[in-house]
């Protein structure tokens, strides 16, 4: 049995500079990883599909250049090889660096295997015993694969396996309408595809409120996606071109189908019940506001948690432990304002509450919302897709949330984001004087443009 002062399972974007953290005091740890270093982020998520969105958009701005005077000779054409190859060295080189800053650490076991507990201070990785008075897990999520007539009986696509083709599909649908979805549909649209997606769901993006969605499934519609909400009894059958999709009154003749239905913590295989740790019906494990499990000792970090699905809430995952456990702070996961983006082009930057949930929480509440087309910026790029949108406390003059769906939102939002995080009132904003032009500078006009609703 081999004995450390810390156990890491799992190397996404908590575990390994938590791990170095505590090497850096001195401390003895093993991180162990079944498979690649960078989890989720480096070798299936934000760093290979925002490598292949830019691809994307290349095509689609030399399709555009017309429009803007600039003249192409011939079709444009895609080379899928070159794409997936400079997305997978994107990876690799993001991959190896952590390799080789982790490796270069006296005091840090990187140690590749499946790691499962037989107890509550104690792990096996492939028949070698580790033990540690402290255990940190994150280890992610992965792809739910919905029960559907006909699915086992086709070769589909996840977010994970998708991003390896290098060949262009004739007809990719893509089932779900979130996230993730929406982000390949647009970008094998722009590579030359014909996407359809199909969303049970009424709306796209449902977590959104209704005139965002409305706005994304618009944007979609206006570079040939076919849209297909409200689709019920999703069913495959093969056939001889691919696969026959149906749902509801649809049917969609594919060559590719891409699952997009969300994800699920990788928690099924980690052994908790020897461990004693407790986890909800999804299998998400159950941790306090310090990100601290039921068994004491043992802490749960990133979307294994179901506290953030994302690369930055996983990060700052981190920084919460790190700051409570070596640093003699006391930060909590309840002090986190939620913020994201949808990278779809244009994009959509979020941060705190929808509209629909303000309203729901009884305050008074304002809202301003201002199109896309009234912003110079935008104007000068030709990109005038989309529309701001900020809610306020009507009585406390706090920002409560905000959506940016257009040219540099997933930027813009930051603004916003910081002004909320310093506890800054919308007033106070009004009064600084932005930079000309950008996008950026209609923040104070828009926060003057708040109205009781």
Not at 64 to 73: E, L, Q
Not at 316 to 329: P, R, S, T
Not at 388 to 417: P, Y
Request: proline share 5%; charged share 20%.
């Amino acid at each position: 049995m081999k004995s450390f002062d810390a156990i890491v399972i799992g190397a996404g974007q908590a575990g390994p500079s938590l791990a170095a953290r505590m090497v850096e005091k001195g401390m003895k740890v093993a991180l162990i990883e079944r498979k690649f270093l960078g989890g989720t982020c480096v070798n299936a998520g934000c760093m290979p599909t925002k490598t292949l969105v830019a691809s994307a958009r290349a095509a689609h701005v030399a399709r555009s250049g017309a429009a803007y005077g600039v003249r192409i000779p011939g079709a444009i054409a895609v080379d899928m090889k070159v794409v997936r190859a400079r997305a997978e060295k994107v990876t690799m080189d993001a991959r190896n660096g952590l390799i080789d800053w982790l490796g270069s650490m006296d005091g840090m076991s990187i140690i590749y295997g499946h790691a499962r507990f037989e107890g509550p201070n104690t792990v096996s990785v492939d028949g070698e015993t580790l033990t540690a008075p402290r255990i940190f897990l994150n280890v992610g999520a992965r792809p739910v694969i919905p029960e559907l007539p006909g699915i086992n009986d086709i070769d589909y696509l996840t977010s994970t396996s998708i991003i390896h083709l290098d060949t262009l599909p004739r007809h990719l649908v893509v089932i779900g309408g979130s996230y993730i979805g929406l982000e390949f549909a647009q970008m094998y649209r722009r590579f030359g595809t014909d996407v359809s997606v199909i969303e049970h769901g009424p709306k796209l993006a449902s977590r959104e409120d209704e005139d965002i969605s409305d706005a994304i499934a618009d944007i979609l519609r206006s570079e040939g996606i076919g849209i297909h909400t409200d689709a019920g009894n999703i069913a495959f059958a093969r056939n001889g071109s691919g696969v026959s999709v149906t749902a509801g009154p649809a049917k969609i003749d594919a060559s590719h189908v891409l699952i997009a239905t969300g994800r699920k913590p990788n928690t099924d295989d980690l052994g908790l019940d020897a461990a004693g740790v407790i986890t909800d019906k999804r299998g998400f494990i159950a941790v306090d506001d310090r990100l601290a499990t039921n068994v004491e000792g043992i802490w749960a970090l990133g979307d294994c948690n179901g506290h953030g699905a994302f690369t930055h809430t996983s990060y700052n995952d981190f920084e919460i432990a790190a700051a409570n456990l070596l640093d003699g702070d006391d930060r909590k996961v309840s002090s986190r304002i939620p913020a994201y983006a949808l990278y779809i082009d244009p994009p959509l930057g979020r941060v705190g509450m929808t509209e629909k949930q303000a309203r729901a929480s009884g305050r008074k509440i304002m809202v301003s919302t201002r199109p896309m087309s009234r912003v110079g910026r935008a104007n000068e790029r030709g990109e005038t897709k989309g529309f701001m949108k900020v809610i306020a406390d009507a009585e406390t003059k706090q920002i409560l949330g905000a959506a940016i769906l257009g040219i540099e939102g997933d930027e813009v939002i930051h603004g916003l984001i910081d002004a909320m995080n310093a506890g800054t009132t919308y007033p106070a904003l009004q009064w600084s004087v932005p930079i000309h032009p950008t996008v950026s500078e209609l923040i104070p006009t828009l926060l003057g443009d708040l109205k009781p609703v």
